[in-house]
């Protein structure tokens, strides 16, 4: 059974980080594009971050761009975002998600999700 585990979120201060992962049960972690989604109480998930099977490419919503970093290792079969000079309009459950092939910015295109992590931005 396919299982994504997402584990670092909190509360912290505004200008502050956190690093989350994922841990992924997936035999074939490294045929898998990973994503970085979230949702905020009352909105639609939101793109946050991709990056592709290899690992060499990251893509990035342009509100995060310049503080979020998205990287995988794909040995341990998990997926890191190192987020820094977090902002209360950061506050949201943040998902990891996987999808074979090719990397998406469309979340209905991942197949496997993980359960979510709180991350709170208080100002």
């Known amino acids: 059974q396919v299982q994504l585990a997402e584990s670092g979120g909190g509360l912290v201060q505004a200008g502050g980080s956190l690093r989350l992962s994922c841990a992924a049960s997936l035999p074939t972690f490294s045929g898998h594009a990973m994503g970085w989604f979230r949702q905020a109480p009352g909105k639609e998930r939101e793109f946050v971050a991709s990056i592709t099977r290899s690992g060499g490419l990251q893509y990035y919503a342009d509100s995060v761009k310049g503080r979020f970093t998205a990287s995988r290792d794909n040995a341990k079969n998990t997926v890191y975002l190192q987020m820094n000079s977090l902002e209360p309009e950061d506050t949201a459950v943040y998902y990891c998600?996987?999808?074979?092939?090719?990397?998406?910015?469309?979340?209905?295109?991942?197949?496997?999700w993980g359960q979510g992590t709180q991350v709170t931005v208080s100002s």
């Open positions: 998600a996987a999808k074979r092939g090719s990397r998406s910015y469309n979340y209905t295109e991942y197949t496997y």
